[in-house]
């Protein structure tokens, strides 16, 4: 079984979620960069405040602090799905050095594919609900933002980083960034990819087929 495993994925692939269903189903620590953080944050560390600077500015964590942060986590554990992380070629040659000090390896890496206008679609018509967070689509769900909460009546809000310019932005630097990671796995034949287009289900079972397999 593997059980050391990084997800890779624009905004909207549904990556968080596969990872959180993947990590429940077989029993492996879900993890994201922003998660270890918060745990950091409440925790009140010095760590977890530096990271809030860049956090707040809304920018990436060099390279040097993300490392931190994993290898902080990674001294605790050694079975993970990784989603988010790395973000870039260096973090991706980073974590292989963490794994390495632990006599331990990376064991696959799904690329979640969906093509930018499908990205576009699904990111600028999602609405949340200000009362208990849950998330619709605009187009899926068949509601607009004037409707109330179909699980609580609360108002619905678009984000306001929901634009078409900052999603551009994002999705910029997403290839800019996830291009030479993943080529680097490719090239160490540990990538998969996985056209996510078919919808959540359809990709949680080929996810969950492919890990078994390696069982
Ligand atoms: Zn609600």
């Known amino acids: 079984m593997k059980n050391r495993i990084v997800l890779l994925g624009p905004p909207a692939s549904g990556k968080g979620t596969q990872a959180s269903l993947l990590g429940a189903v077989f029993g492996i620590p879900h993890v994201s960069t922003g998660a270890i953080v918060r745990e950091e944050r409440a925790k009140g560390t010095a760590i977890g405040l530096e990271?809030?600077?860049?956090?707040?500015?809304?920018?990436?964590f060099p390279d040097e602090l993300a490392l931190r942060?994993?290898?902080?986590?990674?001294?605790?554990?050694?079975?993970?799905?990784?989603?988010?992380?790395?973000?870039?070629?260096?973090?991706?040659?980073?974590?292989?050095?963490?794994?390495?000090?632990?006599?331990?390896?990376?064991?696959?890496?799904y690329l979640l594919e969906l093509p930018d206008d499908e990205v576009?679609?699904?990111?600028?018509?999602?609405?949340?609900?200000?009362?208990?967070?849950?998330?619709?689509n605009e187009k899926f769900h068949g509601i607009s933002v004037e409707e109330p909460c179909p699980k609580c009546d609360g108002p619905l809000v678009r984000r306001q980083d929901d634009t078409l310019e900052a999603l551009d932005h994002r999705l910029a630097q997403y290839h800019e960034f996830t291009k030479p990671i993943a080529d680097n796995y490719e090239a160490a034949g540990l990538l998969k990819k996985v056209d996510v287009r078919f919808g959540r289900d359809a990709v949680f079972q080929l996810l969950y087929n492919d890990l078994r397999e390696a069982a």
């Open 120 to 136: 576009r679609s699904r990111m600028l018509g999602r609405l949340t609900c200000s009362s208990c967070g849950s998330v619709f």
């Open 51 to 60: 990271a809030d600077s860049y956090a707040s500015q809304g920018l990436l």
């Open 69 to 109: 942060f994993i290898g902080h986590w990674l001294g605790s554990h050694s079975r993970f799905i990784f989603d988010g992380f790395p973000r870039t070629l260096g973090q991706a040659t980073d974590l292989d050095s963490l794994l390495e000090a632990k006599a331990l390896r990376l064991q696959t890496v």
